[in-house]
């Protein structure tokens, strides 16, 4: 499978969807993201989908830990999203 050379981060309320975030199937370079979340789930969430798309055969289990582990990590280290 191809990886994006960039991926692209889409508002889109997904209430109807019961999701925070969302990677279609046959996306290989969209996030859709709802933009009601905080900066905290942001990023982890964020980081949740982009590795639904590097690692498209990673289980959902391992998914979630890695994300929330990378989260830790860069909340840890100070990183933040800038509200404009």
């Known amino acids: 499978m191809k990886l994006p050379t960039s991926i692209k981060v ?3 309320r997904l209430g109807r969807e019961r999701a925070a975030g ?6 290989i370079d969209t996030i ?5 979340l905080s ?3 942001r990023l982890e969430i964020l980081l949740h989908e982009s590795f639904h798309l590097l690692l498209p ?5 391992k998914v979630r830990a890695y994300s929330r582990r990378f989260q830790k990590l860069l909340w840890k280290d100070g990183w933040r999203r800038i509200q404009h």
């Not at 969302?22 to 996306?27: E, F, G, K, M, N």
């Open 10 to 12: 889409i508002e889109k």
């Open 22 to 27: 969302l990677v279609y199937p046959d996306s």
């Open 32 to 36: 859709h993201i709802d933009p009601s």
């Open 39 to 41: 900066s905290h789930d």
């Open 57 to 61: 055969d990673c289980p959902e289990m």
